[in-house]
């Protein structure tokens, strides 16, 4: 099992990456494949340990990022359906969490952060090449001036993305929990955002590459987060922090149609009625 301290010390590793392969994974897709048809049949102690080998391979594999990327949606599925049967043991809860209903939460998190460590790897990858093809530009100094506009790497917004949605499920059982969240969380949602915003993916729309659950941006979903983190839902009952949740992605996206004002400026003015509203 990961927790916050491993999960820190993996992000925070400089070691470089291995140069990438050329040779086929077939072999790893199909034994990832058949352990994830085997899950239904395992306990959920069982399906945690088989899952979090299939991330661990994942991870540590060298392969293409966009067959990683595949994988990875399959392998979420599994996990989605696992953290949800988690998270029935607890959420419900009136009173203070027993110790085996944190140990459920644990759990949980250990998986968000290993998939959080796969994408990091993706990040990386896409990063260092983003960076190799720009210095590429430079040296043929003028001529770059006239070259074709480079698209967005859509590679790097999935995994941006992927992440950004781990960061807030985190952050939201912290809230049930009726825990701070920890300043690196909050530090590493940053950076990613900033980092979208830097390689110009943080308006494109994910839609038509993954799936998304009605933020089909990083600049949308980065929204969703500030607005769950100034809304202080560790003031609340249990039962409303489950509703505010639940609501939310639908009240942003009602406000953002209400104004027509850029998306930055459309942002700071939902905040502030929000704030004021939950005064």
């Not at 080998?53 to 599925?77: F, G, P, W, Y």
């Not at 959080?116 to 001036?145: C, H, P």
């Not at 912290?174 to 920890?182: H, M, Q, T, V």
Request: hydrophobic share 40%; glycine share 2%.
């Amino acid at each position: 099992m990961i927790t916050l301290s491993m999960f820190r010390e993996h992000l925070d590793s400089t070691e470089p990456l291995p140069p990438l392969s050329n040779r086929s994974v077939n072999g790893q897709e199909r034994y990832l494949l058949k352990m994830l048809a085997t899950l239904p049949t395992l306990t959920q102690e069982q399906q945690t340990e088989h899952l979090e080998s299939l991330l661990t391979v994942l991870r540590e594999s060298n392969m293409d990022e966009q067959q990683r990327l595949k994988l990875m949606a399959t392998v979420i599925d599994a996990s989605d359906r696992l953290i949800a049967a988690f998270r029935q043991h607890y959420i419900y809860e009136t009173g203070a969490l027993s110790q085996d209903q944190m140990s459920y939460i644990a759990q949980m998190q250990s998986l968000h952060y290993l998939i959080i460590m796969v994408y990091d790897k993706v990040v990386r990858r896409e990063t260092q090449l983003s960076e190799a093809s720009l210095n590429q530009s430079s040296d043929k100094g003028w001529q770059r001036f006239f070259g074709a506009e480079t698209k967005p790497d859509s590679t790097l917004a999935i995994a941006i993305y992927q992440s950004l949605l781990r960061y807030q499920k985190l952050l939201a059982e912290e809230a049930l929990c009726y825990r701070k969240p920890s300043d690196y969380l909050w530090s590493k949602v940053n950076q990613l955002y900033y980092l979208a915003h830097q390689r110009k993916v943080a308006d494109i729309d994910l839609s038509i590459h993954t799936v998304t659950n009605q933020t089909n941006s990083i600049h949308q979903l980065y929204c969703q987060i500030c607005l769950h983190h100034l809304l202080n839902l560790r003031a609340m009952r249990r039962p409303n922090i489950l509703l505010v949740q639940r609501l939310l992605p639908e009240w942003l996206n009602t406000w953002s149609r209400q104004w027509s004002l850029p998306p930055r400026q459309r942002f700071l003015l939902i905040l502030r009625v929000i704030i004021h509203q939950a005064i």
